[in-house]
């Protein structure tokens, strides 16, 4: 659709749900927007959860004012959950979570798909009292009351919600041991040499940091006692945070015939270099989406610029306006006092070049085939903000080591 009337229908609310609707105003669409969000929260701002949210500091992390969605006349229904999708009748079938009988069938002429993601359960331990998964303000808040009356926590993976919520529990009080399999902190995201200095920051702040090993059970009978590692050492928890990585919410496209994307490449919803999916007028973004890359790649990301730009391009589109191209690839981690930003696409198998570390803060460049790929620093905003002109064309690493 390329008109400024119409349907849209948002299957989700967080972050891209909300920027997508924003945009659409604002380019002058005047048709229908409806948002369907499965929790019972307007749209809210995820970042905050495992840092301010878990430290007391914010309860309210709204990503709108409650008058905008009547303001701009867009249906907000929260509560509701999508079950299915006929793109051949254009329709999405919905149900209230509270009364999952009371069932509903919405059209669309254009479909917006922005689900997220569901985090992993530990195996065995979805029931008992004290382990805790953190994607929502639900679980951010039930986690949070436990926080007082513990002295003792682990935290199983750390990617960069694992980290960071090992960095805000230690700022509570507890003694906190932070439990990954590979052999550094963030060592998939971001290789073993920056995880390597983001494992120091950690054990320099308290933190009781085992890399290299598995968990092989979460012990306790209704609540949570231990942790049992792979060698068999137990470590005591009175709270366990398990950060195991989260898949793609698309159980609502079964029999829908919209295509997935291989699990290789990261899995979620395929798409084209603009977010179409392999449906007419359906397009995808944000965490649950996999876009194609410059390359023609299938790439799936997880962060909040990348999942803001889609937005703006995909209503861009569905307004019939000028598509908007992305800018350089940019998302930033809280630990502690520091901010780790990183600037690019890094990539394993690139190589890493540590330009400046002080025993803190640190800065590195990435490169691959001899040419700039991405930029890291830990506390060094202005030194890795001034690079992004020098991400957007073929640099030589040469010029900067």
Known sequence: MSDTTGAVVIVGAGLGAIRVAENLRTNGFAGSITMIGAEGHP???????????????????????????????????????VTAISPADKTVTTERLDDPARRETIGYDTLVLATGLAPR???????????????TYDDAVALRAEIDAARTAVVIGAGFIGCEVAASLSARGLSVTLVEPAETPLAVALGTEIGALVARLHVDNGIDVRSGVGVSEIVGDTRVRAVRLTGGTEVSADIVVVGIGSTPVTDYLDGSGIESAPREAGGGIACDARGHTSAPDVYALGDVANWQDEDGVPRRMEHWNHTVEQAASVAQQIVGGEVVTASVPYFWSDQFDLKIQVLGSPRAGDEVHIADDDGKKFLAYYSRDGFLTAVIGAGKVGAVMKTRAKLQTRTPIAELI
């Open 43 to 81: 749209p809210y701002d995820r970042p905050p959860l495992s840092k301010s949210v878990l430290l007391g500091k914010d309860d309210r992390v709204d990503l709108k004012p409650a008058e905008f969605y009547a303001d701009n006349d867009i249906e907000l229904r929260i509560g509701h959950r």
């Open 121 to 135: 359960p530990f195996p065995g331990a979805a029931d008992l009292g004290g382990v805790h998964l953190l994607r």
